[in-house]
């Protein structure tokens, strides 16, 4: 989560969601606990849009942004370690078969 809101600025609605049963609520409902979550913890910061203010915008604390990059070194240094077992043409291959994967999913799930 801290990667999402460090790739944008994210926005949680606010807006009273009635049916407990819409998977929108629900998801909505965890969301928000994730976030206080992160509040409480000084990794990001929460305040009401100006333009809009049944919405908060929620960004990363200068907290969040020192453990997102210590959390990306470790990944990218796991990633480095874990793909070591290929060799360079194999890597491309498997880039290129991610990106393609990628693509099909952004035109399924967009």
Same mark, same amino acid.
């Given at each position: 989560m801290i990667t999402l809101v460090n790739d944008r600025v994210g926005y949680i609605p606010l807006e009273a969601q009635w049916d407990r049963f819409n998977p929108a609520y629900v998801?909505?409902?965890?969301? #928000? +606990? =994730? +976030?206080?979550?992160?509040?409480? /913890?000084?990794?990001?910061? $929460? #305040?009401?849009?100006?333009?809009? /203010? !049944? !919405?908060? +915008? =929620?960004?990363?604390? *200068? *907290?969040? $942004? !020192?453990?997102? !990059? &210590?959390?990306?070194? =470790? =990944?990218? #240094?796991?990633? &480095?370690?874990?793909?070591? *077992?290929?060799?360079?043409?194999? $890597?491309q291959r498997l880039y290129e078969l991610l990106e393609k994967l990628k693509t099909r999913a952004d035109q399924i799930f967009a």
């Open positions: 998801r909505g409902c965890a969301e #928000k +606990v =994730i +976030v206080d979550n992160l509040v409480e /913890r000084g990794f990001v910061l $929460r #305040k009401q849009d100006q333009l809009d /203010r !049944r !919405r908060v +915008v =929620i960004s990363l604390s *200068a *907290a969040g $942004r !020192r453990t997102t !990059r &210590h959390l990306e070194a =470790i =990944i990218s #240094k796991m990633e &480095h370690e874990f793909l070591t *077992a290929l060799n360079a043409a194999e $890597r």
